[in-house]
Every structure is written in C-alpha cells, then in structure tokens.
C-alpha cells in the first residue's frame, strides 16, 4: 500500500510540474511574424482600440517606457482597448533574449517579434512619416489612426488613448 501511496503521489507531482511549466511557457507565448502576418494586425476594423508599440529588447528609449504600455494594458485591458508590443529583435534571438527579457520585465502584452527584412517596403506601408526609428507606436481604431515615432510615459500615453476612447 505504501508502494502505491508513494507512486501515485509521484505522478500526481509530474502532473502538476508539467502542468505548472507549460502555464508558464504559455504565459510568455511569443509568436514570429513576417509582414503579411503582421499587416492585418495593424488594420483591424472591429470595435477596439488598438495601441501598437514597436520596439526591441536593445533600444534604451523602448525599455524605459514598457512599463506605461505594461500599465496602459492592465487599466484598460477590460475597456476594449488591446495593447500589442512589436519586437523588433532578431528572430533567433527569441529563446536566447527576447522570452527571457520579458519574463524578467513581467511584461504581461501581447508581444509579437516581427520578421521580416523588407524594411523599404513595410516601414513606408505602416506609416509614410516614419523613419523607421524605434521606438514607434500607432494607435488606432476603425474610425482614427495616428503614428507616433517617440517615446510615452504613462500620461502621455494615457492622453492620446483618451483621444480615441472619447469618440
């Protein structure tokens, strides 16, 4: 009877380890997109409000404002407002950098690593006023869209939302 305590409760910790580990991995899914993949993300027409932040794991001015986007998700999230992070960082980086990076940062936004070395073509196509420089943002819904290519504190961020949520 021992015997069988013992291995039942063995398998009942290899469970629940295996089930602990894959929230965890799930938690920091992060998917690699090319342009394609990415354009319909950037054109939805439904009834949200879309805060698209580009971005890379090596760009200091991207880092420092995170944690405004980090909050901008948590307070808004339940307000039909979805915040998307963009990286910038090489896709084979993703195991090695970007997933640790985020799980350090507790970055809790769906993070997205684009893929795609057509930057003449995307950059002009996402925005025709951007120079390509990081970090940059769109915010937008089926009615406005507006293109920054700055940094965000959390006010700032939270008074351009405003714009949109007032329509």
Known sequence: MLKKNICFSIVLMMLFCTEVKSQENEEFKVNVLNYEQ??????KKDSKIY?????????????????????LNKEYKNKNVEVILVSLDLARQKER????????????SSVLIFNDSNEQFWIEDIAKEWTGSIPATIIYNK????????????EELKNELQTFLKQ
Do not use: G
């Open 97 to 108: 950098s970007v997933i640790p990076f985020l799980k350090k940062k507790n970055i809790r």
């Open 51 to 71: 805060v698209v932040n580009f971005w890379a794991t090596w760009c200091v001015p991207c880092v420092k404002e995170l944690p405004a986007f980090e909050k």
């Open 143 to 154: 009615k406005k869209r507006k293109f920054y290519e700055q940094s965000f504190d959390y």
């Open 38 to 43: 990415l354009k319909p993300l950037l054109n």
